[in-house]
């Protein structure tokens, strides 16, 4: 952030020290991957891993310097499918995701343009992990599909903006920063279905129920358990073009 005044005497902005502050950020991340497919006629296996290395540091105008130790990230992988009777499919999925912090949460430089109300960043955030699970079953036809499936995830870690308000001799100030204090459970049925009457018509739906459970080990006035419901149609005509 860099703040300018203008120098009445100069015609001139010049750089205001004590209003502008200098934040670099540096991040960098080593990956390997490895991965494994096995299939045959009615069974089908595929499985890998992700191995990240994430080394981060950073600069405040200040002249202090940040390095967060390095650490490792796993993201193992798997599904299986089925196929038997020529019309029908069970598969199962796991899967492993990463939200890392960025840079504005970790900055600790102390925003106080209003001194009643500032804000800093935490350098002692670390990343939040999500795991995935979904079972599936398909049924398919000669001009239809249909395919439910159940699928499961859980975060920890889960990066949370708190703000906190202290009252002083009658006045009221809070400090806001960031925290790894919350969890998501998530549940979900997804319902998949497609029909095409013809070689040039065809047709899909789709509907999403899920539940969601936030927990906050911070504040429980963050905690909430939700309900939402989505769908979708569409319809596809393909059209000949003469030319």
Do not use: C
Not at 27 to 48: D, L, P, Q
């Amino acid at each position: 952030l860099m703040v300018r005044d203008f120098d009445f005497t100069t015609d001139e902005y010049i750089i205001s020290q004590k209003l502008s502050n200098q934040f670099l950020y540096n991040e960098r991340i080593i990956a390997g991957y490895s991965s494994y497919n096995y299939k045959t006629k009615s069974f089908g296996v595929k499985a890998g891993i992700r191995a990240e290395l994430t080394d981060v540091d950073f600069d405040l105008s200040s002249g202090e310097n940040y390095n967060i130790k390095p650490y490792l990230s796993l993201f193992p992988n798997i599904s299986l499918n089925h196929f038997f009777k020529k019309r029908y499919n069970i598969g199962a999925t796991y899967s492993v995701r990463v939200n890392r912090p960025r840079e504005n949460t970790l900055n600790p430089q102390i925003n106080d343009n209003d001194p009643l109300n500032i804000s800093f960043g935490n350098p002692g955030l670390v990343p939040a992990y999500t795991h995935q699970m979904d079972i599936s079953f398909g049924v398919f036809g000669e001009t239809w599909s249909f395919t439910p499936r159940l699928s499961y995830s859980t975060s920890s870690g889960v990066i949370e903006r708190y703000r906190s308000v202290e009252v002083v001799n009658g006045v009221a100030s809070s400090e806001t920063s960031f925290y790894n204090v919350g969890s998501n459970d998530i549940f979900g049925l997804i319902l998949i279905g497609n029909y095409k009457p013809s070689k040039k018509l065809s047709t899909n739906a789709n509907l999403t129920l899920t539940q969601s459970n936030y927990k906050s080990s911070l504040n429980s006035a963050f905690n909430r358990t939700g309900l939402s419901l989505r769908s979708a149609m569409g319809l596809s005509i393909q059209l000949r073009l003469r030319t």
